[in-house]
């Protein structure tokens, strides 16, 4: 049964958008319905999960708390069920729980909790490149732990493996996905000298780009100290002058 699970990256993979599901309300939605503006989140839990589950969605609180972006203003979360016994009433439990862990005003409209039914999930767990398998012995899944960056038009750009994910990752992941409509001009400079290696699911230097940086970091130095020392020198002959002319410095 091990053999099946795991996670087969499928970068600029398109989520297949037109997918339904149910979310903590009850309300049938399109899974389009969250993209469009902004990058997204992506997680695949069962809320009934009784421990790994919770990892990953302890690490991905931890993760949006630690950065300044701010859940359903910089980018959506959307996290599914792929247990199609869970019900809007186990989704909207788990909602309540992390929301107030995650504790910023206004995140109830960027944070989504679904659940939907065996065609939905596979289409989207497939897609995603998730794979899961159900023992009924322990009556529970067999999974492995992940979360997934799409674009706003829902192609897949980054993968997070494990349950803790580096802050500085996913916000340089939400930047990227986002094609710098988010983010400050530091992270742009961060992007040129770090690159997202799909591998181990970090980000890395690119030595070649910092060294170009530094040399023009360099370079500058090297202009704005000569024209500090022409401007000393300038004031030193002025100086000189007044003392050769009028024997006393006014």
Known sequence: MLKAVGIEQRLNNTVPLDLLFRDEAGREVRLGEYFGKKPVVI???YY???????????????????MKFDAGKEYEVVTVSFDPRETPADAVQKKATY?????????????HFLVGDQKSIKGLTDAVGFNYAFDEKSNQFA???????????????????????APKDVRLSLVEASANKIGSPVDQLILYCYHYDPASGKYGP???????????????????LLFALRKFNQRRE?????????????
Not at 59 to 65: N, P
Not at 99 to 108: D, F, Q
Not at 146 to 162: C, D, N, Q, R
Request: positive net charge; contains cysteine; proline residues 3%.
């Open 43 to 45: 997680s695949l839990v």
């Open 48 to 66: 009934n999960c009784p421990m790994l589950c919770n990892q990953v969605l302890d690490g991905l609180v931890g993760t949006m708390q630690a």
């Open 99 to 111: 929301l107030k862990r995650y504790g910023r005003s206004g995140a109830e409209a960027g944070w």
């Open 143 to 165: 999974h492995a732990s992940a979360i997934m960056v799409a674009t706003p038009e829902g192609k897949l750009s980054h993968y997070f493996y494990g349950i803790e994910y």
């Open 206 to 224: 690119v030595v070649m780009n910092i060294m170009r940086v530094a040399g023009v970091a360099t370079v500058i130095g090297v202009v704005v």
């Open 238 to 250: 002025r100086w000189d002058e007044r003392v050769n002319v009028g024997g006393t410095p006014v």
